[in-house]
């Protein structure tokens, strides 16, 4: 079988042959149809690295359909119609045992596609994260804003919008995706390379300020992000950390701080089963628009090109999947 690999040096993406997995009494063998790539973790903590990549963290949104199960395996049969926590692979072995109630495969209802069902894993965290929000304040009173509408950003701010809040304003530097954000259901939508931001917030809320900020920008961008975030949050307001992989300290001065409560995405004691249910219910009713939000596919074998794109060009470019034939 094939599957999408990163050896040693920055950018060596190529495809490697190995063995179809064995699997154990219980673990299912499913016969991918698509993967997703996450561009945040795949490009800054895989793509650009230095060293070898493990294969198993090369991806973890994938469907497919199963071929093989384990003779313990009571919940699934084969040619279940599934999505996984999964490397971007032409087949995976996947355990149906659920660990730290952190559900790794799911059957997809009807009303979800194979294509869809890529967005299940980073839907569920999407649930989770505005779900801590909701644990804090209640959202419907909430001025929200997003900063970043890449593909984490959008799906959060598609999550928040089935809270009804106060008010939600996405924000991007990419007109492609301000025009999406607005598509998909965003109240008001700022291109925050136009002026500064505090500006365009400060007419958006009357000069009250947002009383939620969802940091979700990805890569070394997150810096500027994170200092837009504390210049435009209100008093005794919420900062969300979502974005990763700065490669430097966030840095803020004790008096910006004062009064706000800052978080780093969801708590570990989080129910994720429940947000796992949730985000497979919200793709299935259209909340979730994943059809809207898939720009490009690739053939897996056209890999390295598709990596590439999302590191240098990504101007009009929103989810990338791979297609497993």
Known sequence: MKRIAKAENKFNIFIEEVPIPKISPTEVLIKSKYSLVSRGSEIWRRYVRAEAIQQKMMGYCLTGEIVEVGNLVKSFSIGDKVAAVAPHSEYVSVDTVDKKLTPSIVKLPIGIDLKEGTFWP????????????????????????????????????????????????????????????TELGAQFVVNSSENSLYDHIDKITESKKSNVVIEAVGGPSGKIAFEQSLEIVSP?????????????????GSGQIQGKKIIGGFSTNADRKWASDQALKLIAQKYIQPNKM?????HYSEAKNAFEMLYGNISNLMAVVFEWN
Not at 150 to 156: A, E, K
Not at 236 to 252: A, C, R, T
Not at 294 to 298: A, G, R, S, W, Y
Request: proline share 4%.
């Open 294 to 298: 898939i720009t490009h596919q690739f």
């Open 236 to 252: 005794g307001g919420i900062i969300q950390v979502i974005g990763l992989y700065e490669n430097e300290p966030l840095q803020f």
């Open 122 to 181: 980073l839907t569920t965290s999407s649930v989770l994260w505005i779900h801590e929000i909701s644990k804090l304040v209640p959202i419907k009173d909430q001025i929200i804003t997003i900063i970043g509408q890449g593909l984490v950003g959008s799906l959060i701010m598609q999550v928040a919008l089935t809270h009804t809040p106060k008010k939600i304003i996405a924000v991007d530097i990419f007109d492609f995706r301000c025009k999406l954000a």
